[in-house]
């Protein structure tokens, strides 16, 4: 009768693949306001982006916002990372196009996302307003951040608040879009936020 092999010859069982769990994050803002760099700071996976070059043709189309000294390319799409965390879970990150020609395109960037992140630079407060209008009337959590460029924050917090006439229940803070650690901040102030939300529904 021949032997039966012993569990040390057994063939190894194979670890089920688990499907990871997505959940959707928007990065919005106007243009130049750092949602291309917000991404690549803290993405996992080389950011996909949509950039652009800015040329002649772009004057009386696009507003660019006062920057065009130092903003050669603009998002024409959207920007993609991913960020793979502990239990399979992956988050996706999605930049809007800043400029106003594109907000066409954000329906479909937004549809099942959690919440956003609204980039704001202080110096171009205008900028901002179309996207904290958006997220309001689409009833989607967002955290307002206010980007410190140059490491400087150049405005109170709550001065910030009242100029965009946000209430007191959605969240502002100070980010710098180049940090991995001030992006990751304001990442869990959103996934914080939105879970807060879906408890009280």
Partial sequence: MASQPSDAYAPAATAPHVAPTVVKIV?????????????????????LNTEAAMTEKSI??????GVSDRKT??????????????????LYLFGTPGQDRFLF??????????????????????????AVDYFEG???????????????????????REALGI?????IMYTDAREKAATKQALIAVVQLAMKRLKGA
């Fill in 27 to 47: 990065i919005a803002g106007g243009f130049a306001v750092g949602k291309t760099t917000f991404i690549g700071s803290i993405s996992d996976i080389d950011p």
């Fill in 138 to 160: 689409k009833g989607i959590p967002f955290v307002v951040c206010v980007n410190c460029f140059d490491g400087v924050a150049r405005h109170q917090l709550e001065d910030v």
């Fill in 105 to 130: 395109m954000w329906d479909d960037l937004v549809r099942g996302a959690i919440g956003a992140v609204v980039l704001v630079d202080t110096e171009r407060l205008d900028q901002c307003f179309p």
């Fill in 73 to 90: 390319t603009t998002t024409v799409a959207m920007d993609f990372g991913r960020i793979a965390l502990p239990g399979a879970l992956w």
């Fill in 60 to 65: 009386g189309v696009d507003d660019a916002g």
């Fill in 167 to 171: 209430g007191m229940d959605t969240p």
